[in-house]
């Protein structure tokens, strides 16, 4: 399945985060990370922006943000939301190949959705090293992914898909357009990579238990 097909036709990314209290949690728990570790004042690349939640939240607090998404609704959303000016630059961007971008260009990075959809293991490292060649050599790059332990309880506690399907995600970790992630696979993936992990926050899991049930 196209990434940008699922996104523009069959899911809503723009109301997402707050859509119920377990999303909530998500957003919640990044923001609290992005206000304890981003500098002040900081130019800051999303690369994976999505509709821009924390594009706009991050240049309301005086960073200076470029925000782009390979899908172009998500771009097209960010430009008509009444605060696009407050971005530097909105465009259309893949974090496979961000070669419009200089090497170390900003202070912060963010990858807050290419790893949820990239099933090849050679695409998550080519990601990973363009978000570490775009990022000043000292700065701080914040990806996101999907534990597939976290996937397999969302789909039990929704009642979604048969026991084929629950299997699949445990043993390949795909379930298209997504890929979950097994334990110690994101370890051995910046392994690759002279990086420090200064934190590791979990968002997922269990609160998907808490979802309404109608």
């Known amino acids: 399945m196209d990434v ?3 996104y ?3 899911y809503n990314e723009e109301v997402r985060l707050f859509r119920d209290n377990a ?3 998500e957003y ?3 923001v609290h990370f992005l206000d304890k570790y981003l500098p002040p004042n900081s130019r800051i690349l999303d690369a994976c922006a999505g509709p821009g939640v924390y594009a706009f939240y991050l240049a309301e607090k005086g960073h200076k943000v470029i925000a782009g998404d390979l899908t172009p609704a998500h771009v097209n959303a960010m430009k008509a939301n009444p605060k696009a000016g407050m971005l530097a630059d909105i465009r259309l961007n893949n974090a496979l190949d961000m070669s419009s971008f200089a090497d170390n260009g900003f202070d912060v990075v963010l990858c ?3 790893l949820y959809h990239l099933m090849d293991a050679d695409d998550r490292r080519k990601c990973v090293a363009e978000c570490l060649r775009v990022a000043k050599v000292g700065g701080l790059v914040m990806f996101a992914y999907i534990h597939r332990n976290a996937s397999f309880i969302s789909l039990f506690a929704r009642g979604f898909g048969d026991g084929a399907v629950r299997k699949q995600i445990m043993e390949t970790g795909m379930f ?17 990579f002279a990086v420090e992990q200064i934190a590791h926050a979990g968002v997922d899991g269990l609160r998907y238990t808490n979802r309404p049930t109608t």
């Open 23 to 25: 999303n909530m949690v």
């Open 176 to 192: 298209e357009p997504f890929y979950g992630m097994d334990f110690g696979e994101i370890d051995e993936l910046f392994g690759d």
């Open 28 to 30: 919640l728990t990044t």
């Open 8 to 10: 523009e036709n069959q």
């Open 4 to 6: 940008r097909e699922y």
């Open 112 to 114: 807050m959705g290419a």
